[in-house]
Every structure is written in structure tokens, then in C-alpha cells.
């Protein structure tokens, strides 16, 4: 500890031949003790008298000399600014208020009696515990920070040691050991009852008006201005109650701090850190207050989602406080919840609440929970359903799988365009039209992916929309392709290979990039984009991205959509594949067993092209959910590379048209199950005729 950061503050504690005025609670020798304590180095205390003493050279220190009075009847009526004396058996007890420990002062016991304390050495620096003895009289140093920064609020020591003090720590200065008690109670009890009236009306029908709540928290500032008492009890109606506790002294903000004691009495509780008060200091406000609001029952946001016991909490003090690194802790026990609690503010600002997690971490045990966070506004704890959160080690194997297989699909999805744009030498038939639509899609699915967590981290709101509006088009582009393939082998199918539509690869790609559009084009004119959090056990491991933030929209456009498409395309893959296992029957011995292993790549490839492997999300719920994020992951991690092997595949052994006869026979490559059937026979037209 330096010189200059030291306070000495000098305690005799025995009787001295110094004549001073004695006048209980004088305003003159509180505010002289105020500037005495805020403008020299050291202080002096005697228990003799209430009064102060100038500040004087003293062994090259300034002090100053603070008299007390023995009779602690008289002192429970001081000023708090007084320190105080007492003996208690043979025992004396010192009794500071927080301002004396939490700065970082020197305290200097004398005991005796007919003592000099002019002839004992004063420095700026001690340690407890430094014992200077003349006679009967003898000078104990201590510093008090030192000795009380780990004492927490004990009631039943309390009580038992000095029933009568409720707001101060206690030092046994006889005690050869430190010895602080704090009985600092945290419980304030208010005084008065304040009804507030707010102009817009604080209910919105069968809510609460959120602006109207806006509106309560902006009148504290002058309520804590216009009271006289230090703690009074706020009502405005409807059950929205909540508390004011200011203080007079703009300098004197330890008074409205509180200790982190025991209030595990209370199913609720807010501790404000010293650095929000001193902040608020530094903005002029002219009152130092802390309020505190419950608002039940307030009007939802946009997202309907759900909040923990319908409770809103409010704190104010009268000026902006954001980026502590001492966080606010507010703390709810003894709930009983059914998910997973994740803590979110909001600043107040629009017409119905628009909650974020930014600021705040969650930290639950058992049934109590504590958010900690770096701002004043507007708190409340949402709930997230059980089977929407993961766990962190399942949600960082499965995001390094995703970004490796999406990596790896982007890879070979580009060398299928690259192969189709570049080095193609014959002309593409309708099947592979629509497939190099598909792998277009898709690709821009895997990138957005890819970016999507990059872009959610930036924080930018108007990003994060247009990131997830990209995303959520190609996923539903590539839904609407899967559908576009398999009507393609189903008309291929019905018409036996000859397709006479007019312009028909101009109404399948208008349709299948025109509908996910007018989707996309919806939702982010309603606002349904921005950033979603996926939860974990862990809140320091939630992960951000940019998607749709209605989980109800989220489940009627994709899982509906997508349903609809799965219907369609997995009812087709069953007829193409009824279809393979005719046409080796027909042939019987002519088709090689060894050809075997390429019909079943060719199968993976076409149940890609279909879209099959993303009906393994139906199956993310209840005991499979986990297991079916894995399989889902991986197989559509490597969509691409069996796409490539299909299209590598068919592009090679495209089979040629041979006519004997008069009839027309289709040739069939089981090795690639050709999906361009424009040269081929339906088999079951065939054996029709052949009836």
C-alpha cells in the first residue's frame, strides 16, 4: 500500500483533557467530519466526545481528530458518517459504517487511560497488528479493508454480538487477531408507500403496456429527488410493485450498496456493484438511487416466447449505465421451471419488448438462478423447451462435422459445375438441367452455412436479417429442386421418356426458384429474420447464427414445406427403385452381379438428388434427437460428393438408343440408373403390352 493511498484514522479510547462542544446529530461537525474524511490523509478518534478538531501537523502527518462519546444509547442517534465505541465484556468493539472499510484507512486504536496520544508515532502505513505501549496506554494499528473485506452478513452473529446495530461492520480492536463482524443488514425495510401514476395507462388490455413500463422507470429520477425517506415502497396498480432506495449525499454511495450477505431468505434479489453507482456519480445525477420494478404479466414480443413466472424485472438509476466488468447479479430462488432458463434484457426501446441475451450469462443451480449482466434496463429470464438445447461437447462435435462436411460438399459441388460448364462436349439433357440447378442450390446452401456464424458475431442486426433471409431461400430452392427431380423421373416414367411439353425447363426453374422467393420475400418483410441462439447445458458455449426467429414459422414453413417435399420425393425413390429391381428381373442373367456395388452408389446418389437423407430430421425428438442430428449431419455433409460420383457416373455411361424391329427397347446401365429417361421405354408400359 503507498503513502499517499492510506487514510490513518486514530481511535483513543481513553480520557483526554480536550474540551469540545457535544451537540447530538450537529450538522456543523457531521459535514466537518465529511470534509475532514474526504480531504486529509489521516484522521483522528477519541471516545470521549462527538465532535472534530481541524486538521494539524502530527509527526509530519495530517490527521483528524474525530471525539466520540462512551454512552451508545447516544450513538444508535448519530450520523452515520460517525464511528463509534462500545465495551462489551472486556472487549471493545469498534463500529465503522461501509464508507470507513471500503477505502484504505489506517485505524489506530488507543486504549488507557490519561493518555498522551501526541507521544505515540503516526505513520501512513500499518499491519495488523503493530502494538506500541507507553505506561497503560498502548496504540494498535490495523487496516480496515484488510480486516472486513471478507465478512458477510451473518443475522445471527449479529444479533448475538450487538443486537442494536443494523448497518455496520464490527472490530473487536481488543481481539489479538482481526476480528470483523458485518452486520451491515442488506434488508433495507421501506419507510413509505408511493402509488405512481403513469399517462399512456399501464395496462394494454389483459398486459402490461410495455411502454407504459418505459414510462414508470423514466419518473424515478425525480421521485428519488422529491422523498424524504430513504427507502419508500413503489405501487403503480395491477399488481406492479416494486422498491426506491436513495440517498440524500451524491458523495456517500456505500449506504445503497449492498454487501452480497444473507437475503437467501428471498425468492428475489438484485446486488448493484459500487462501479454502476460511481458511473452514475460521473453523470451528475443529483440524487444516488437504485429502483427496482416487477412487472407481471407483460405484453409478449414478437416472438410469443416464453418467460419464466410472466415476470419482468426493471433496475433504474437515473442515467445510462452499460459495460461493467462488475456485474449486476440478480437472482431468482426456488423456482420451478421445465427447460432450459437463458437470460435476455431489453433497453426499452419500441413498442413491445425485443429481448437479447448480449450482456447477460445465465448460471443456474438447481432451482435457482443468477443472471449476471453488464447493464441497467429492462431483465427477464425466457425458457427454452428441453429438446431445443443440446449439450456443448454434442454441439462442438457436430458444428466441426457440419463446417468439415459442408467444406467438402462445396468442394465437389463445384468441381460438377466446373465439369458441366467447362469440359462438356455433348448437350445436356432435361435431367441434367434440373440436377445442375440443384447442385447450384445447394452449393449457395453450403456456403451461407459456412459464413452464417461468422456474420451472426458481428452483431449487426441488419446483416444478421439479410444472412438469414440467403440461407433460408437456398435451403427452401433446394427443397423445391428435390420435388422439381422427382416429378422430372415421374413424368419420364408416365410419358415413357418423350417429354412434349412446350418450354417445360422454363416453367420447372421459373416455379422452383420463383415460390422459395415469395417466401423469403414475406418473412422479412414481417421481420421474422434475426439472430437465434443455440443453447447448450453450457450458456457460455451458446452459438449464435442468423435464421428465423419464430419458432412456430420456422415450423410450419420448413418442416411443412419440407414434409410436403418428402412426401413427393421418397414415394418416388420407391418407384425408381421398384423399377430397377423390375428391369433386372426382366433380364434376368444378362446383368453382371458384379455390377452390384455401383447400383447401390448409384442409389445413394439418387437418394441425395431426392433429398431423402434430410427426412432423418422428423426423428430429432424425445431419446433420438441426438442420434439423429448425427446422422443427419453426416449424410448431408457429403450430399456433394455422391452427387459428383452421380453425375460422373451418368455423364460417362450414357447409354445409346438402339431400335430393332420396329420396337423400341430401352437399354439400361443399372451401373448408373440413368435418371435423363428421355431414351427410355417405361418398363411397365412394356409388360403391359406384352399381356
Known amino acids: 500500500m503507498t503513502k499517499e493511498s492510506c487514510l490513518t484514522l486514530v481511535l483513543l479510547l481513553g480520557l483526554l483533557s480536550v474540551c469540545a462542544s457535544y451537540q447530538k446529530n450537529n450538522d456543523t461537525s457531521t459535514q466537518k467530519l465529511k470534509q475532514c474524511f474526504n480531504k486529509t490523509t489521516n484522521f483522528l478518534v477519541n471516545e470521549m466526545f462527538f465532535s472534530v478538531i481541524t486538521s494539524n501537523p502530527w509527526n509530519d502527518s495530517k490527521v483528524c481528530v474525530v471525539l466520540l462519546q462512551k454512552n451508545t444509547t447516544v450513538n444508535n442517534t448519530l450520523d452515520q458518517w460517525w464511528p463509534q465505541v462500545e465495551k462489551k465484556n472486556e472487549s471493545q468493539l469498534l463500529y465503522l459504517s461501509k464508507r470507513h472499510t471500503g477505502s484504505d484507512t489506517c485505524v489506530y486504536a488507543l486504549t488507557g487511560n490519561h493518555c498522551n496520544y501526541t507521544t505515540f508515532s503516526i505513520s501512513r502505513e500499518c499491519s495488523y497488528k503493530q502494538t506500541q505501549s507507553k505506561g497503560n496506554c498502548s496504540v494498535t494499528c490495523f487496516q480496515s ?8 452478513y451473518d443475522k445471527t452473529v449479529c444479533e448475538t454480538v450487538a443486537p442494536h446495530v443494523k448497518d455496520k461492520y464490527i472490530i473487536n480492536i481488543t481481539d489479538p487477531k482481526p476480528t470483523c463482524f458485518n452486520c451491515d443488514d442488506p434488508v433495507t425495510i421501506p419507510s413509505a408507500k408511493v402509488e405512481l401514476n403513469v399517462s399512456t395507462g399501464i395496462m394494454q388490455g389483459e398486459v402490461i403496456n410495455p411502454r407504459a413500463a418505459v414510462e414508470v422507470m423514466t419518473k424515478m429520477a425525480d421521485l428519488a429527488s422529491s422523498i424524504n425517506e430513504s427507502a419508500v415502497v413503489l405501487s403503480v396498480g395491477n399488481g406492479v410493485t416494486g422498491v426506491l432506495v436513495a440517498n440524500k449525499d451524491p458523495v456517500d454511495i456505500a449506504e445503497i450498496i449492498s454487501s452480497g450477505g444473507n437475503v437467501t431468505d428471498f425468492s428475489r434479489s438484485v446486488s448493484l456493484p459500487k462501479e454502476a453507482f460511481n458511473k452514475a456519480l460521473s453523470m451528475n445525477i443529483p440524487t444516488s438511487f437504485a429502483a427496482l420494478m416487477r412487472f407481471n404479466n407483460m405484453a409478449k414480443d414478437a416472438l410469443n416466447s416464453t418467460i419464466l413466472g410472466n415476470e419482468v424485472l426493471a433496475v433504474e438509476m437515473g442515467a445510462s449505465i452499460a459495460n461493467l466488468t462488475d456485474k449486476i447479479n440478480i437472482s431468482f430462488r426456488n423456482m420451478n421451471y421445465n427447460g432450459v432458463p437463458a437470460c435476455h434484457s431489453w433497453n426499452g426501446n419500441g413498442s413491445r419488448p425485443n429481448w437479447t441475451d448480449d450482456g447477460c450469462s445465465t448460471i443456474t443451480n438447481g432451482p435457482n438462478i443468477t443472471c449476471q449482466c453488464s447493464h441497467l434496463t429492462f431483465f427477464a429470464i425466457l425458457m427454452m423447451p428441453p429438446n431445443e438445447t443440446i449439450s456443448s461437447t454434442d454441439l462442438y462435435n457436430l458444428t466441426i462435422a ?15 459445375l466446373f465439369m458441366h460448364f467447362l469440359l462438356r462436349k455433348t448437350k445436356a439433357t432435361k435431367a441434367t438441367k434440373i440436377l445442375i440447378h440443384l447442385v447450384t442450390a445447394m452449393f449457395l446452401l453450403d456456403f451461407a452455412f459456412l459464413v452464417n456464424n461468422f456474420v451472426a458475431k458481428l452483431n449487426n442486426a441488419v446483416g444478421c436479417k439479410i444472412m438469414a433471409a440467403f440461407m433460408h431461400y437456398f435451403m427452401l430452392a433446394t427443397f423445391t429442386w428435390f420435388a422439381a427431380q422427382a416429378f422430372h423421373l415421374c413424368l419420364q416414367l408416365y410419358t415413357g421418356g418423350k417429354i412434349e411439353i412446350s418450354r417445360y ?7 422452383s426458384w420463383i415460390i422459395p422467393s415469395v417466401i423469403g420475400v414475406v418473412l422479412l418483410i414481417t421481420g421474422k429474420y434475426g439472430t437465434q441462439i443455440i443453447y447448450t447445458d453450457n450458456s457460455a458455449n451458446n452459438v449464435a447464427m442468423c435464421w428465423i426467429t419464430d419458432s412456430n414459422i420456422h415450423y410450419i414453413v420448413n418442416i411443412g414445406y419440407y414434409a410436403l417435399v418428402f412426401l413427393f420425393t421418397f414415394t418416388t425413390f420407391i418407384i425408381i427403385v421398384s423399377w430397377l429391381f ?6 434376368g442373367n444378362s446383368v453382371q452381379a458384379s455390377k452390384s456395388g455401383k447400383s447401390i452408389v448409384t442409389i445413394l446418389g439418387l437418394c441425395c438428388m431426392l433429398g431423402i437423407t434430410w427426412g432423418f430430421a422428423f426423428f430429432a425428438y424425445g431419446p433420438l434427437q441426438i442420434p439423429a442430428y448425427y446422422i443427419f449431419t453426416i449424410l448431408n455433409s457429403f450430399q456433394g460428393f455422391f452427387l459428383f460420383i452421380y453425375y460422373y457416373n451418368t455423364s460417362r455411361n450414357r447409354p445409346t438408343q438402339a431400335v430393332t424391329s420396329g420396337n423400341k427397347n430401352s437399354s439400361l446401365s443399372t451401373a448408373t440408373l440413368q435418371t435423363n429417361l428421355d431414351i427410355l421405354e417405361n418398363p411397365y408400359v412394356n409388360s403391359q403390352s406384352q399381356n
Open 145 to 152: 479493508r484488510r480486516v472486513c473485506e471478507n465478512a458477510t
Open 582 to 587: 423390375c428391369l433386372r428381373r426382366n433380364k
Open 505 to 511: 425447363m422454363l416453367k420447372v426453374s421459373v416455379t
Open 402 to 416: 457440419t463446417q468439415i462436411g459442408c467444406g467438402l460438399s462445396m468442394f465437389f459441388l463445384g468441381i460438377i
